[in-house]
């Protein structure tokens, strides 16, 4: 329930080297290509498979890909000034808890050891694909973040000096560019036509050997990170390690679907998750990097979450589709536009949101100033709002919880809130939970949270939540806010 902080993995091989000669690896972290529509070799069953007989998987050969494709993967080296500070195992800019395993997810790569006080030179290894033949070339804003130069060598062993056009933190995606002609580009693929369980090929310079290839499948679609409210990953069991960052992710037909970017990992290598960036989404951000150098996007204003079985029964839903809306900034386009928390989003200027990771990438690539019909269900109707999008600023989450007597059907303990706690938090109402017992501790409420309402109904007394539980079936939702936190979670009461 407690939204995890996680920051982004750089998946690039980076080296510090300080006065006296010691090399540290950097904190810093990996794609179109002509002539790849050869059919790859797969081995062919045995015997044709009758009906009702089990589908038999087959060795998938990459190597044509491998051939065709390689010569456009680059390795990518970038030299700069590092910071002026000590930089130790205690250093942790994440705000987590050290202890907490969580603080471990998507952590930058490279130990994290002691580092003189005294300029040094930062350089730092990572992975890029050529898209077009005279020199431009995709990476991670990651790989390049902070370089003073970057160099890129080709599989022909020669090196160019490249020019950064641009760099977008919020997606990750940098574009820059070689003085050369002629040279061998990749194939842009459509990663909405990749299916779950497809084989896919990872290309790139893990821990600086170049033109590595690893390969797997892919294991989900539209994965929302936690920190990423904008990019819809594509998540594979591709072998993916410090240097890969940048790099492509080939289909089947040899086709770019995606940059590969972040790792889970607690150890700083590879454990079988990998993250890549649709290729759609990069090559939006690049058409905007090079005619503009920067990346303009809509801001709707807010906080969305997936609706699951238990949450669509508490909404009156017939499936468990949608983004539900657990938060909305004040005076944003959605506050403005009639939006209300505990409206579950159903489309987005007429395309369907199957599920909350749609929603922020359809806003994004609206332009600023367009008004949007957004179809929402609300109280078991369905309405449809109109909002002018305004351009994102950086994003906030609403409120502060500070820190409730009734337990019933629920399980809680809960007081109310004072007035000077109210207006710590920044809400009206609300209902701190002393203790969870029941239902709400299955659920995971804790001591502390904060309820706001329930099934989208605001609640400010201990009587009104009776009320409202003793009327309620055997699924409610309960908004409940905790840190900076708010979202909707479901209870099972019978």
């Given amino acids: 329930m407690n939204r995890q902080n996680f920051t982004r993995s750089t998946i690039a091989v980076a080296v510090l080297v300080v006065a006296g000669g010691a090399y540290l690896h950097s904190k810093n972290a990996n794609i179109g290509i002509e002539n790849a529509n050869a059919a790859v070799p797969v081995a062919a069953p045995a015997a044709p498979v009758s009906n009702g007989a089990p589908v038999v998987a087959v060795a ?188 492509p992710l080939f289909n089947i037909k040899g086709e770019v679907i995606g940059i590969n970017s972040q790792i889970y990992s607690q150890t700083g290598g590879y454990q079988g998750l990998s993250f890549a960036i649709p290729i759609d989404v990069a090559t939006k951000v690049e058409q905007q990097l090079v005619a503009h150098g920067k990346v303009t996007r809509s801001h709707l204003g807010v906080a969305v979450q997936e609706v699951n079985q238990a949450l669509a029964e508490s909404f009156g839903l017939k499936n468990a589709a949608g983004a539900l809306v657990s938060s909305i900034d004040k005076g944003s386009p959605a506050d403005k536009g009639g939006m209300q928390v505990g409206d579950v989003i159903l489309r987005f200027d007429g395309k369907p949101i199957n599920q909350s990771a749609d929603l922020p990438s359809l806003v994004a690539d609206t332009a600023p100033g367009t008004s949007s019909s957004i179809e929402v269900m609300r109280g078991g109707q369905t309405k449809t709002l109109t909002v002018k999008l305004t351009e994102a600023t950086p994003l906030k989450i609403a409120g502060k919880d500070n820190g409730a007597n009734s337990q019933g059907r629920l399980g809680l303990a809960l007081r109310e809130l004072s007035p000077d706690e109210q207006q710590q938090v920044g809400i009206r109402g609300g209902l701190v939970v002393e203790d969870a017992t029941g239902p709400s501790a299955v659920a995971g409420i804790q001591r502390g949270d904060v309820i706001l309402s329930l099934n989208g109904k605001p609640v400010s007394s201990v009587e009104q939540l009776r009320q409202l539980v003793s009327k309620a079936g055997k699924n409610v939702a309960l908004l409940v806010q905790r840190d900076k936190d708010k979202i909707f979670v479901p209870l099972n009461l019978s």
Wanted: hydrophobic fraction near 35%; avoid cysteine; charge should be negative.
């Fill in 60 to 247: 998938t050969d990459f190597s044509s890909i491998v051939e065709r494709a390689g010569p456009a993967v680059v390795n990518i080296s970038v030299t700069g000034k590092a910071k002026q500070s000590a930089v130790s195992d205690e250093d942790d800019d994440s705000g987590l808890d050290p202890n907490d395993p969580f603080s471990q997810f998507f952590k930058r790569f490279g130990p994290q050891l002691q580092i003189p006080r005294h300029p040094q030179i930062m350089r730092g290894e990572g992975s890029g694909f050529i898209i077009s033949a005279d020199g431009l070339i995709l990476t991670n804003a990651h790989v390049v973040d902070g370089a003073q130069e970057v160099t890129v060598k080709l599989t022909d062993r020669r090196e160019f000096k490249a020019k950064v056009l641009g760099a977008d933190k919020q997606s990750d995606i940098a574009v820059i560019r070689i003085e050369a002609k002629n040279l061998p580009t990749v194939q842009i693929g459509n990663p909405a036509l990749t299916k779950v369980g497809e084989p896919v090929l990872a290309i790139g310079s893990p821990y600086g050997f170049e033109n590595t290839a690893t390969a797997g499948i892919v294991s989900a679609k539209s994965r929302s990170l936690p920190d990423d409210t904008y990019v819809p990953f594509i998540q594979t069991d591709v072998a993916v390690n410090p240097g890969n960052s940048g790099g």
